[in-house]
């Protein structure tokens, strides 16, 4: 069991270092590279792997391929007119979220659970 769970974090840290190198090479190449999606539901969308493929200080939304973002990580499928090349980065990520897309995770279904455990010592009453 242990051997199992040494290889899971093996793979969680390969994927999260490549995921970095690629980002870092991002911004020194001068992509904007913001990300819209947000471990905890409602804030964000898209997909972990997405990145702003526009160059830095670009104006108006965020976009990878055909998708658009705001600020907020809020997406839309916004397709280009035909025979535009469609923007992207060529440094694909993993789907692995970082570390402090973990911990937000994790602080948001504790006050959940948190929220859970009010709501039903309220309705025991």
């Known amino acids: 069991m242990a051997v199992i769970r040494l290889r899971s974090r093996m793979h969680i840290w390969r994927h999260r270092t490549y995921n970095r190198w690629a980002d870092?090479?991002?911004r020194a190449a001068g992509y904007c590279n913001h990300?819209?999606?947000?471990?905890i539901p409602g804030?964000?969308?898209g997909y972990a792997h997405w990145r702003c493929a526009l160059r830095a200080g670009h104006t108006g939304v965020h976009r990878s391929r055909n998708y658009v973002w705001d600020r907020t990580g809020r997406t839309t499928?916004?397709?280009l007119p035909a025979g535009q090349n469609l923007p992207?980065?060529?440094w694909r990520r993993s789907m692995?979220?970082?570390a402090a897309q973990e911990?937000?995770?994790?602080?948001?279904?504790?006050?959940q659970l948190s929220a859970r455990a009010v709501h039903r010592t309220r309705n025991a009453s």
């Open 24 to 26: 870092l090479r991002a």
């Open 103 to 111: 911990r937000a995770r994790g602080r948001w279904l504790d006050e």
């Open 96 to 98: 692995t979220p970082t």
């Open 35 to 39: 990300a819209p999606w947000h471990p």
């Open 88 to 90: 992207d980065q060529p």
């Open 43 to 45: 804030q964000g969308g």
């Open 77 to 79: 499928y916004r397709p």
